[in-house]
């Protein structure tokens, strides 16, 4: 078996991630999809963690963390995914986070304010260590989803959005409740092809976050560049209305109409509807 821990590194150009998986660049040339977070997108951070459970606590081991960010020159999607290939290698692996935290501005999770990240400082507290990222900048998609899609869509899990609003078929994928009796297969085992799935699950859930957050982000800075369809139009109206008059016009018609009017202002009623603002 493997010894320690386990770092795995990938490049690629984003050129070639936008026709394999739906990527797009609008993460580093939107920027105001971070204004709020006062972030330069080179140093963004998107993370995305598996575990031995979903209840958290200090039973609960992080024991894959993949992160992805952007090269210097933006041509490039760096993933890196640090693997627990043995517990009694926790904190050497939390230090190498350390290493790589340093040198990041801003954190972008799905769903990562109430599980992921709370987990890390979790591990982080239960070793004695400390982590250099303490209550970062946070940008989780799952909150910009939930206000876009909730009422479209039969969920907001991030499958559900990569194929319904990204429009990315994914081929075969280990279900979620079966990742952590893999990780446990692996420790009895220690043959690291019980796993191997789960790298792969969790390199696809990054560049899935990669492009649903640039997908947001080109929303919102370029709304006129985007096919928003009556109920995109309408709810994002409802919301620029409750603005003005206290509460949304119910009239679904006026709505629709009322978006394209809305001028210069449409930028602002996108932020507000994706509850970026404010």
Known sequence: GLVGFLAVLRRDQIARLVGQLGIVDGVTTNPSLM????????????????????????????????????????????????????????????????????????????NGKSFDWPLLETRYTYTRLKCVMRDPPHLDMLGPSRRLWKDRLPSCSLDTLESQVL???????????????????????????????????????LLTLVALTGHVARILDAPDDIDLDEDDLSMLAAWHASLEVGTPIANKDFLVNAFPTLGENRREALKIAAGLRG
């Not at 575990?51 to 490039?76: I, K, R």
């Open 167 to 205: 429009g990315v078929k994914r081929g075969f994928d280990v279900p979620g409740w079966r990742i952590p009796s893999l990780y446990f297969q692996y420790l009895r085992v220690g043959h690291i092809g019980h796993v191997l799935p789960v790298f792969d699950h969790n390199e696809h859930d």
């Open 35 to 110: 204004a709020k977070e006062g972030g330069d997108p080179r140093r963004l951070l998107f993370l995305d963690t598996e575990t031995t459970g979903l209840s958290g606590g200090t039973g609960t081991y992080v024991f894959l963390v993949g992160v992805a960010y952007f090269s210097e020159g933006g041509d490039e999607l760096i993933t890196r995914q640090y693997f627990l290939s043995d517990v009694s290698a926790e904190r050497p692996l939390l230090h190498a986070l350390n290493d790589l935290f340093s040198g990041f501005e801003a954190v972008v999770t799905f």
